[in-house]
């Protein structure tokens, strides 16, 4: 792999910038691998890196049916915070932080982690209980976290309006310092020339159309490439789950929906931090670029058409203009849908499945990117050992019949 | 935008007059005393959320406030049929697959 420094963007300067390496090979699908990964997006592509470079498993290839992060990881709003209620839910999403930390130096590749906070704000008493409750929970498991009053969040945004006089007034927030964006491509490019220079295959456009099953375990994928070996398979697929669980001959507890986001014309800075409102629904921060990325819920229905409803993202720019009476004259760029596998209890499933050596790691809902390294460093562990991460194991999939459920449905700031 | 026919109002409204309220058709566990966990779990948690031919339920919320069934495809979106509640659907993938059967037959 070639190092990537100032120094060699100087020598690369030199030569016009021609002679690049290319980031990762194309390479010809071999016939048995030790385990396959499903799904080339960002926790995909982070499980295929940390089994090779924490496990040593470097014969592993990495299917995905289109080009890699091309489904979510390209159409999230790239939001990264930990400040999760339950201890399950905030120990992995922290693990998810720390990871983001130290991601760019780790991959060398910058992946624009700008820890530049996210506040969420509280527009009644019970979300100000509830905020509180929160933040406490956070500094508990040693997750930075404050409770401010409209004063300070006024101080922070000054842009926002928090007025008495809105419809819906601020009356303070949460805020997690340490939390911010990441640059989303990047974040699955560089995981992806991570992986490839260990030794994974990275084989796009190849979809799984079937799973090759005898005595109840899995021996390999079929795939509009041919079969493929695999002594393990780890599923990613997001919103497809559903349909390759299905292949396997089992149900999950996930419905699949549009997720709609969009992005303004470029401005210059505005906006330093992220907003999120739970209550008025809608979040918005500010790309490097300039454009404002903003975001809401879901569309109630099932869907698998990477697009929303238009009345959907009406109401996400209501709330955005109610907080921010400015941004009324900003013209909106592109809008578009991404498919989010949601799960009842709002928190994901890293799970062993009824079929012996496939796994499953889905049910990331809304909020899969801000965990992307420590989903797939926990995933990986789990494909490695051949059962759950101590982090994971909370996560199974047994929760949805033993009723222990980590209920994290409005009670972390989670946009649902 | 959907444009949804409620089957109570019988006209075609704007989807934003309407709530939708997931799969159709779930039989709550008739004897919830003899019912495992695994059963219990089942009807509670896991839908068929298929790729294709969906059976679900909308609320009129913003109309007459009753509850109706829609068949739809979670792809195109298309609703291809609504229906009140207590009824069947006729658009299947059951149905789907004979009537292209069917043709082939008479091709």
């Given at each position: 792999?070639?190092?990537?420094?100032?120094?060699?963007?100087?020598?690369?300067?030199?030569?016009?910038?021609?002679?690049?390496?290319?980031?990762?090979?194309?390479?010809?699908?071999?016939?048995?691998?030790?385990?396959?990964?499903?799904?080339?997006?960002?926790?995909?592509?982070?499980?295929?890196?940390?089994?090779?470079?924490?496990?040593?498993?470097?014969?592993?290839?990495?299917?995905?049916?289109?080009?890699?992060?091309?489904?979510?990881?390209?159409?999230?709003?790239?939001?990264?915070?930990?400040?999760?209620?339950?201890?399950?839910?905030?120990?992995?999403?922290?693990?998810?932080?720390?990871?983001?930390?130290?991601?760019?130096?780790?991959?060398?590749?910058?992946?624009?982690?700008?820890?530049?906070?996210?506040?969420?704000?509280?527009?009644?008493?019970?979300?100000?209980?509830?905020?509180?409750?929160?933040?406490?929970?956070?500094?508990?498991?040693?997750?930075?976290?404050?409770?401010?009053?409209?004063?300070?969040?006024?101080?922070?945004?000054?842009?926002?309006?928090?007025?008495?006089?809105?419809?819906?007034?601020?009356?303070?927030?949460?805020?997690?310092?340490?939390?911010?964006?990441?640059?989303?491509?990047?974040?699955?490019?560089?995981?992806?020339?991570?992986?490839?220079?260990?030794?994974?295959?990275?084989?796009?456009?190849?979809?799984?159309?079937?799973?090759?099953?005898?005595?109840?375990k899995v021996l390999g994928v079929e795939t509009n490439r041919g079969y493929i070996g695999g002594k393990t398979i780890g599923v990613v697929t997001a919103g497809n789950s559903g349909v390759l669980a299905k292949m396997a001959g089992f149900r999950l507890p996930l419905e699949s929906h549009p997720l709609q986001a969009l992005v303004s014309e470029p401005m210059k800075p505005i906006l330093d931090t992220v907003v999120m409102s739970n209550h008025v629904h809608g979040y918005?921060?500010?790309?490097?670029?300039?454009?404002?990325?903003?975001?809401?819920?879901?569309?109630?229905?099932?869907?698998?058409?990477?697009?929303?409803?238009?009345?959907?993202?009406?109401?996400?720019?209501?709330?955005?203009?109610?907080?921010?009476?400015?941004?009324?004259?900003?013209?909106?760029?592109?809008?578009?849908?991404?498919?989010?596998?949601?799960?009842?209890?709002?928190?994901?499933?890293?799970?062993?499945?009824?079929?012996?050596?496939?796994?499953?790691?889905?049910?990331?809902?809304?909020?899969?990117?801000?965990?992307?390294?420590?989903?797939?460093?926990?995933?990986?562990?789990?494909?490695?050992?051949?059962?759950?991460?101590?982090?994971?194991?909370?996560?199974?999939?047994?929760?949805?019949?033993?009723?222990?459920?980590?209920?994290?449905?409005?009670?972390?700031?989670?946009?649902? | 935008?959907?444009?949804?026919?409620?089957?109570?109002?019988?006209?075609?409204?704007?989807?934003?007059?309407?709530?939708?309220?997931?799969?159709?058709?779930?039989?709550?566990?008739?004897?919830?005393?003899?019912?495992?966990?695994?059963?219990?779990?089942?009807?509670?948690?896991?839908?068929?959320?298929?790729?294709?031919?969906?059976?679900?339920?909308?609320?009129?919320?913003?109309?007459?406030?009753?509850?109706?069934?829609?068949?739809?495809?979670?792809?195109?979106?298309?609703?291809?049929?609504?229906?009140?509640?207590?009824?069947?659907?006729?658009?299947?993938?059951?149905?789907?697959?004979?009537?292209?059967?069917?043709?082939?037959?008479?091709?």
């Amino acid at each position: 792999m070639q190092h990537y420094s100032g120094f060699g963007l100087v020598k690369h300067g030199l030569s016009h910038h021609e002679n690049w390496q290319r980031m990762w090979r194309n390479p010809v699908p071999k016939s048995q691998y030790d385990v396959i990964v499903v799904g080339g997006g960002g926790h995909g592509l982070a499980t295929a890196y940390y089994l090779a470079k924490v496990h040593g498993i470097t014969n592993v290839a990495v299917v995905e049916k289109g080009w890699l992060g091309g489904g979510n990881t390209a159409r999230n709003t790239t939001i990264v915070r930990s400040n999760y209620l339950w201890d399950e839910a905030a120990w992995l999403y922290e693990h998810a932080m720390k990871l983001w930390e130290g991601l760019s130096q780790d991959l060398n590749y910058n992946v624009m982690f700008s820890q530049r906070g996210v506040m969420n704000l509280g527009h009644t008493l019970q979300d100000m209980r509830d905020i509180h409750r929160r933040v406490n929970a956070n500094r508990l498991n040693g997750i930075d976290g404050e409770v401010l009053d409209v004063k300070q969040v006024q101080e922070i945004v000054p842009i926002m309006d928090c007025s008495p006089n809105t419809r819906y007034p601020v009356l303070g927030a949460s805020w997690q310092p340490r939390a911010g964006v990441a640059r989303h491509d990047a974040v699955a490019w560089g995981y992806a020339r991570g992986a490839d220079a260990l030794g994974v295959d990275l084989l796009q456009q190849t979809e799984v159309t079937g799973f090759r099953i005898s005595g109840g375990k899995v021996l390999g994928v079929e795939t509009n490439r041919g079969y493929i070996g695999g002594k393990t398979i780890g599923v990613v697929t997001a919103g497809n789950s559903g349909v390759l669980a299905k292949m396997a001959g089992f149900r999950l507890p996930l419905e699949s929906h549009p997720l709609q986001a969009l992005v303004s014309e470029p401005m210059k800075p505005i906006l330093d931090t992220v907003v999120m409102s739970n209550h008025v629904h809608g979040y918005v921060s500010q790309s490097d670029k300039g454009d404002l990325v903003i975001g809401a819920g879901i569309d109630g229905y099932n869907g698998y058409g990477q697009r929303g409803s238009y009345s959907t993202i009406e109401h996400t720019l209501q709330a955005i203009v109610e907080l921010f009476p400015m941004f009324s004259r900003v013209r909106m760029n592109r809008q578009w849908g991404g498919i989010v596998d949601t799960c009842p209890d709002a928190c994901p499933i890293i799970s062993a499945t009824p079929v012996g050596g496939l796994f499953f790691n889905c049910g990331w809902g809304t909020g899969g990117f801000k965990a992307t390294p420590g989903s797939g460093h926990v995933f990986a562990a789990t494909l490695a050992e051949g059962k759950a991460h101590p982090l994971a194991a909370p996560f199974s999939i047994d929760r949805f019949i033993s009723g222990k459920l980590i209920d994290e449905h409005g009670a972390a700031g989670v946009a649902h | 935008m959907l444009h949804i026919y409620c089957p109570y109002c019988e006209e075609y409204r704007e989807e934003e007059e309407f709530r939708p309220k997931g799969e159709a058709h779930i039989a709550r566990p008739a004897e919830p005393e003899a019912t495992s966990d695994e059963a219990w779990g089942d009807y509670l948690f896991f839908r068929k959320n298929p790729r294709g031919l969906h059976h679900e339920q909308w609320y009129h919320a913003a109309g007459c406030r009753k509850f109706f069934n829609a068949t739809r495809d979670t792809v195109s979106y298309q609703i291809l049929e609504t229906y009140k509640a207590g009824q069947q659907p006729t658009v299947t993938a059951a149905a789907r697959a004979a009537q292209a059967a069917g043709k082939g037959v008479a091709k």
